[in-house]
């Protein structure tokens, strides 16, 4: 299965709500994820299950779609979001990973 | 806490090989699957492979452009998982990562350790 991400990069002031879009080249039903990754860091779940927001991400950040069309939504950008972040589907072997959509802070 | 803490990692001439180890503590490791992904320097992540638990078997996937080539085992009694790397190329030169999985999703990250394949 093959995942696209959209924009690949973008830039926002803080408090601005950003969108990031993943898509599948197959229906993945809401077999998927979302990770930050911060400069230097490892990679850090945010959202499972299409929707469902790990223990401890803050709910500025949240979740949608089904099927072959996701998006994340980061709602009033903090500075601590500067960072990539990618999606994943893990409905079928191999897992496939998006490209990445780097958040820059205007 | 959750740990996980890869090592192994270095420099290795195109053609050899490397066994990366990853230990985990802070929970049942028997109980979880382990996955292993790279990321190549300035680039995007890759899922390399899974080994499930003893009651799946701890049967194996892998990614297309591994399969063949890496191996993934798994030692419970040392709490440890490893990624068996053979005929290493350049492009094969990335971080690697250790990582739990939790009901399908990839949930504890290790912090990578990095494999330069160089002559």
């Known amino acids: 299965i093959h995942v696209t991400q959209s924009p690949s990069s973008l830039s926002a002031s803080i408090g601005d709500r950003v969108t990031i879009t993943c898509r599948t080249s197959?229906?993945?039903?809401?077999?998927l994820a979302w990770f930050q990754q911060k400069p230097g860091r490892a990679p850090q779940l945010l959202i499972s299950?299409?929707?469902t927001l790990e223990s401890g991400v803050p709910s500025r950040f949240s979740g949608s779609g089904s099927g072959t069309y996701f998006t994340l939504t980061i709602n009033s950008l903090q500075p601590e979001d500067l960072a990539t972040y990618y999606c994943l589907q893990v409905y079928n072997y191999p897992s496939t990973f998006g490209p990445g959509t780097r958040v820059d802070i205007k | 806490d959750v740990q996980l803490v890869e090592s192994g990692g270095g420099l290795v001439q195109p053609g050899g090989s490397l066994r990366l180890s990853c230990e985990g503590s802070g929970f049942i490791f028997s109980d979880y699957y382990m996955d292993w992904v790279r990321q190549a320097p300035g680039k995007g992540l890759e899922w390399i492979g899974r080994i499930r638990n003893k009651p799946a078997n701890y049967r194996t996937e892998y990614g297309a452009s591994v399969r063949g080539k890496f191996t993934i085992l798994r030692d419970d009694s040392r709490n440890s998982v490893f990624l068996q790397l053979n005929s290493l190329i350049v492009d094969d030169t990335a971080v690697y990562y250790c990582?739990?999985?939790?009901?399908?999703?990839?949930?504890?990250w290790g912090q990578g350790t990095l494999v330069t394949v160089s002559s």
């Open positions: 990582v739990r999985s939790s009901f399908k999703y990839l949930s504890h």
């Open positions: 299950g299409a929707s």
């Open positions: 197959q229906g993945v039903k809401k077999d």
